[in-house]
């Protein structure tokens, strides 16, 4: 075996991943849509909801409600550094340390009434979330709502185990359709808007190729060297998060397939030519206040080619359907999401993502406040090692809370795994 005594020293310092050309469209997306919003909430005849990951938001759109996400605020509040201050104020509202960091930065964010440029979000006409992929949601939005004396409407979602038969999972179908009717009831009550079957399709028709964009997208992340990291991904997710169904979100993926293509065609890749050593999956919310981690991993030549959590916010969906049939095609999705998947099922997803992308090595971050981003994280990580032979890294950190990283130890642990990486791929 070689030596790889040296294999944790960075190829460079200055390596950066490439952007695709379109992604700074994504800022004048974003600020139409936070103005748009700052609009919807002024005009007494408009109509806003928060909504939580994991919720249909063709069903807002559907219904004349601009939706908000106070995820996303939040997100904007670690990005812009000011996440530690919110969360220090919920915190002294008698708020746990352990609990969401998202929660206690939206908790802070209103106490504090910034601005919509550093996570600030307004108050809604009603609050509406699943406990899809975060039961977290449910406590969250009660408490807020009750705070600001508005409506909240839950979306009791049964979780998907090994086990499960098909007249069990029918039952479970049925289960979430009825609260879609119980949904449109209870927004028809509220603000007087109505459900236009039409609208639905046609905003669902838009989702699901916003969607099948989105997979193309991901399909030529599986070429060497990739020509999208993580560095586009991990932003790109915000059409598909809040704009499905809108064009806009279908017109900037339409452009990055341009510049993506463009890329694959003069066989370039994210990385300058020569530098792309190591593929890398990375599992879990990325630590927003820390996006530097992701461009120090270029550094070593190492690139994040794949991420079950952007992936997992482009389910399709059937079209062609009756409105029964189309919104328990929707139920079902909300049920079998990949962050409700078993232990088991989730193994064998990363492992066939492995040899899909032909990657070389795993980052697991073990999310210090968020229990579904990291439950089961250790099986996993034994499981990948020993099934797949390949180095994974488990980050004890936190997605919006700084406290939770310690800069020596994690460059420490870095440079552990790209030695690992070395050793491995040299076998």
Not at 134 to 143: A, L
Not at 258 to 263: F, H, N, Q, S, Y
Not at 366 to 382: A, E, F, H, T
Request: hydrophobic share 40%; with cysteine.
């Amino acid at each position: 075996m070689k030596d790889t005594t040296n294999a944790q020293k960075p190829v460079s310092s200055r390596i950066r991943v490439e952007n695709l050309k379109s992604s700074v469209q994504l800022k004048g997306i974003m600020t139409k849509y936070m103005l748009k919003a700052k609009l919807n909430h002024i005009l007494p005849w408009k109509s806003t909801a928060w909504v939580a990951a994991g919720f249909p938001v063709e069903l807002c759109y559907s219904l004349g409600i601009y939706p908000l996400h106070p995820e996303n605020a939040a997100c904007v509040s670690g990005a812009r550094k000011v996440s530690l201050e919110l969360i220090e104020k919920a915190e002294s509202e008698g708020f746990s340390r352990d609990l969401c960091s998202y929660f206690k930065t939206n908790i802070g964010a209103t106490a504090r009434k910034i601005s919509a440029n550093l996570g600030g979000i307004d108050k809604p006409t009603f609050m509406a979330s699943t406990n899809t992929i975060c039961d977290t949601h449910v406590k969250w939005f009660q408490i807020q709502a009750r705070k600001m004396k508005v409506p909240y409407f839950a979306f009791d979602v049964p979780s998907c185990v090994d086990g499960i038969g098909d007249e069990r999972m029918e039952e479970y179908i049925d289960y979430v359709a009825d609260q879609f009717y119980d949904f449109i009831g209870f927004v028809e009550k509220i603000t007087g808007n109505t459900f236009s079957e039409k609208k639905y399709f046609e905003i669902l028709k838009k989702s699901d190729r916003l969607a099948e964009l989105w997979h193309e997208i991901y399909e030529y992340r599986k070429i060497m060297p990739t020509p999208v990291a993580f560095q586009d991904t991990l932003a790109a997710i915000f059409p598909m998060v809040i704009l499905p169904g809108l064009d806009v979100g279908i017109k900037y993926y339409e452009n990055l397939l341009v510049d993506i293509k463009e890329k694959v065609a003069k066989q370039e890749g994210a990385m300058p030519k020569g530098t792309e050593k190591y593929r890398i999956l990375f599992e879990g919310i990325p630590m927003w206040y820390r996006i530097k981690y992701f461009h120090q991993l270029a550094n070593y030549g190492a690139v994040v080619t794949y991420e079950p959590y952007t992936f997992s916010f482009g389910p399709r969906k059937k079209l062609g359907l009756s409105l029964k049939e189309s919104i328990r095609d929707v139920a079902q999705t909300m049920i079998k999401l990949p962050y409700n998947y078993s232990l088991e099922r989730r193994i064998k997803y990363f492992e066939k993502i492995i040899d899909d992308y032909k990657l070389n090595g795993v980052i697991l971050h073990s999310n210090m406040s968020c229990r579904p981003s990291c439950v089961g994280m250790i099986d996993l990580k034994n499981a990948i090692q020993e099934d797949k032979g390949i180095p994974v890294l488990l980050l004890d950190c936190d997605m919006n809370d700084p406290r939770a990283f310690s800069e020596a130890p994690m460059q420490t642990r870095l440079e552990g795994f790209i030695e690992l990486l070395e050793a491995t791929k040299q076998k």
